[in-house]
């Protein structure tokens, strides 16, 4: 069953209802308990990186988590911040992340000096796709996903972004290492781009 | 490219959806999940829901109804009315609201918005401003839906919003409100030009086409309406309505 991690960050309930309407079981893990059915895990997240690290942390489910996604191999998705804590570390914050992707986390800025960059990158965006993933199997040529962040996800092997967008700069959006995914923009409120992306999550089978 | 936003803006008093006009005589429009069950449907960019009987009333915002509203709503959500302090903050985003609307609470104490931008990230934190025009391009700052004036200068507050660490400014006309004739457009043009977070207009669209020309003239940035996507027709009659994927490719047209 897909487990959404219920860490008090995040629109739990906005995922589940995504997969209610597919009619794929998925329900909410606030406890190392409920995490024993999982078969895919979600990490959501709106916040910041170290309110995020802290409830993570704090959550009781760390060490299972670890185990869940490194040792057993689960499909994991983390989304805006919950993709955000997959790095090493960010500027935002002085916590340490997860580190199970190999990247930090950098503040947004223009390339181009001239242009007043406006932030946060909020609103809706297009997305490139860099390289094929069953994630994102039957997307739009430049699906649009809704964004809201300051910092973004600078990966170390180039390898592991696999979608970018552009916001004064190109951004990688979707992120990929093994079974660790992340998406810098909102699935779960993307309207049919999002439930597209959801539905093949589900659809993963990594272990 | 990263696309201009056009949101509906629902008002929430005694648990159902109102809409007034200058601030005053709300009309009823219906039950607030109902509307944006509809909203999903017509696939809106974003929603801002906000409680006009909280702030006045001393009311703590209704958490419930939020919940209920955010668990509905598969777009973007900004919620504003009542919030005072990091832990009402806290407690909304972990509802599953994107975005907090905060104002008077800010007025009250500028810190306010350092404090919880802090601890939900700036890009969550919009601070609305409601404004009346005054003689010669003044503007006054209003909270209390429009019923206290704050004593402060519209444009240094803004400088001030924005290094306080605030995401979103939303600059709302209390002259406008309701009345369909257009967005303040020169005041949308002054406050583009000197903030570098985002900025939404609301108050007064009346056409589709009024939101092509705050788009034309400020370029990204949201446009909130009202009672465009609630009413119809000359009468008012309550239908709400969104444009359509094409309607919305031409007005972003420039």
Known sequence: MIKIIDYGLGNVQAFLNVYKLLNIPASSAGKISELQEASHLILPGVGSFDQAMHLLNDSGMREELDNLVLEVGLPILGVCVGMQILAIGSQEGIMPGLGWINGDIKKITSEKSEIDLHLPHMGWNEVSIKSKDELLTGLEEKPQFYFLHNYHFVCADEHTSIGTTNYGMDISCIVKSKNIYGVQFHPEKSHHNGVSLLKNFSDLNCA | ?254
């Open chain 2, 1 to 254: 490219m990263l696309k201009p936003r056009i949101i509906p803006c629902l008002l929430l008093k005694d648990g159902g959806l109102v809409k007034t006009v200058n601030f005053k005589s709300p009309t009823y429009i219906g039950d607030p999940v109902n509307a944006v069950k509809i909203f999903n449907e017509k696939e809106a960019d974003e929603l801002i829901l906000l409680d006009i009987d909280a702030t006045t009333n001393h009311f703590e915002p209704n958490y419930k109804l939020i919940s209920k509203i955010a668990t509905e709503c598969r777009m973007p959500l900004c919620y504003g009315g009542g919030i005072k302090n990091v832990e009402q903050a806290k407690k909304i985003i972990g509802l599953g609201v994107e975005k907090l609307a905060i104002s008077s609470g800010v007025l009250d104490n500028g810190k306010m918005i350092n404090d919880i931008a802090s601890a939900v990230g700036s890009q969550s934190v919009s601070v609305v401003l409601d404004v009346k025009k005054k003689l010669f391009d003044e503007y006054e700052v209003y909270t209390h839906n429009g019923s206290k004036r704050r004593k402060k200068n519209l444009f240094d507050l803004i400088s001030r919003i924005e290094d306080m660490g605030a995401g979103e400014i939303v600059i709302n006309s209390i002259d406008n409100d309701g009345s369909m004739k257009g967005y303040d457009l020169d005041l949308a043009k002054k406050i583009r030009q000197i903030t570098n977070i985002q900025l939404s207009i609301s108050g007064g669209a009346g056409s589709l086409d009024d939101i092509k020309v705050l788009i034309k003239e400020c370029g990204i940035i949201g446009a909130i309406a009202g009672s465009l996507f609630v009413f119809k027709g000359r009468f008012r009659a309550v239908l709400i309505n969104y444009p359509s994927l094409t309607d919305k490719k031409n007005l972003f047209k420039i």
